[in-house]
């Protein structure tokens, strides 16, 4: 009987130990599982469409100048000269690749696009000269600027002050490509005057902007921006026809500029993974 009583003691102690043993395992606080939080780190791809507006000029520089053209008649030619219209407009659309890196709230990336606008201008003026014995002799000045598309290659940097938020600074490289072309002439039966063209003509410039972005999924984004651009100023001479002086003509001088306004939208394909939020 002593050694039975022995026996079942020894077998409680060790069950008491047991279950002490196995208290921090069922009594534990269960993991708090922890949310994946929105990145802007990755690369992308997508779409954008929008409107741009030109800035420029199109113009007639008369030669040698206003002045001499003025001796000939100042009330007729004179007017001829100057600024007739602005940069094309019209509405735009095409395509954006880029990659982001995000560190903290502080996100920069690179970003290239291309769009296709087709857009041009067009404007002319009339007039005449009055010759003693023969009436008016009718003048005629026409400036035409053609811009087909336009791209840009711009770093971008900005914050992320919500998850799902980006706002951003954008700049660098624009490039495109213009036609330009001008006639100045005088009369109707047998014309004299100067004409020049210049087609396809690439060029490049700057251009700068700021825009939002906001994350609606993990993988999608949508976007709106404004931006500015400037690809210069090109002069085209104009060559004579039935030459109406010695010593005069009309050059094109345009300048290439405008603002665009536009949407987008980017799908990412994400190589940098979520941010794990931390408890």
Request: charged share 10%.
């Given at each position: 009987?002593?050694?039975?009583?022995?026996?079942?003691?020894?077998?409680?102690?060790?069950?008491?130990?047991?279950?002490?043993?196995?208290?921090?395992?069922?009594?534990?606080?269960?993991?708090?599982?922890?949310?994946?939080?929105?990145?802007?780190?990755?690369?992308?791809?997508?779409?954008?469409?929008?409107?741009?507006?030109?800035?420029?000029?199109s113009s007639l520089a008369l030669q040698p100048s206003v002045a001499a053209f003025g001796a000939l008649d100042p009330a007729a030619f004179a007017a001829l000269g100057g600024r007739y219209t602005g940069s094309p407009s019209g509405a735009l659309g095409?395509?954006?690749?880029?990659?982001?890196?995000?560190?903290?709230?502080?996100?920069?990336?690179?970003?290239?696009?291309?769009?296709?606008?087709?857009?041009?201008?067009?404007?002319?003026?009339?007039?005449?000269?009055?010759?003693?014995?023969?009436?008016?002799?009718?003048?005629?000045?026409?400036?035409?600027?053609?811009?087909?598309?336009?791209?840009?290659?711009?770093?971008?940097?900005?914050?992320?002050?919500?998850?799902?938020?980006?706002?951003?600074?954008?700049?660098?490289?624009?490039?495109?490509?213009?036609?330009?072309?001008?006639?100045?002439?005088?009369?109707?039966?047998?014309?004299?005057?100067?004409?020049?063209?210049?087609?396809?003509?690439?060029?490049?410039?700057?251009?700068?902007?700021?825009?939002?972005?906001?994350?609606?999924?993990?993988?999608?984004?949508?976007?709106?921006?404004?931006?500015?651009?400037?690809?210069?100023?090109?002069?085209?001479?104009?060559?004579?026809?039935?030459?109406?002086?010695?010593?005069?003509?009309?050059?094109?001088?345009?300048?290439?500029?405008?603002?665009?306004?536009?949407?987008?939208?980017?799908?990412?394909?994400?190589?940098?993974?979520?941010?794990?939020?931390?408890?």
């Open positions: 009987m002593k050694n039975l009583a022995l026996a079942l003691a020894a077998l409680g102690l060790g069950t008491v130990a047991a279950s002490a043993a196995d208290m921090p395992g069922r009594y534990a606080k269960a993991p708090v599982a922890v949310a994946p939080v929105a990145t802007w780190t990755g690369c992308y791809i997508g779409v954008n469409a929008g409107y741009s507006w030109g800035d420029g000029s095409g395509g954006q690749v880029g990659c982001n890196y995000q560190s903290g709230i502080v996100v920069v990336g690179i970003e290239a696009d291309i769009d296709y606008l087709g857009a041009s201008e067009t404007a002319s003026r009339a007039g005449g000269v009055a010759v003693p014995f023969a009436g008016t002799i009718p003048l005629a000045g026409t400036v035409s600027q053609k811009l087909d598309w336009l791209g840009s290659v711009r770093g971008r940097v900005g914050i992320s002050p919500g998850s799902n938020w980006l706002l951003y600074a954008t700049g660098g490289l624009a490039y495109g490509n213009t036609s330009f072309s001008h006639q100045f002439v005088q009369g109707a039966v047998v014309p004299s005057g100067w004409a020049g063209a210049l087609n396809n003509d690439f060029r490049t410039g700057w251009i700068a902007g700021a825009g939002v972005e906001y994350m609606v999924a993990p993988n999608w984004t949508v976007k709106g921006e404004y931006l500015y651009y400037d690809l210069g100023s090109t002069r085209v001479v104009g060559l004579p026809f039935n030459r109406l002086a010695d010593q005069f003509g009309a050059d094109g001088l345009y300048t290439t500029k405008g603002s665009i306004a536009r949407v987008g939208f980017n799908y990412k394909f994400g190589w940098g993974g979520p941010v794990v939020a931390r408890y």
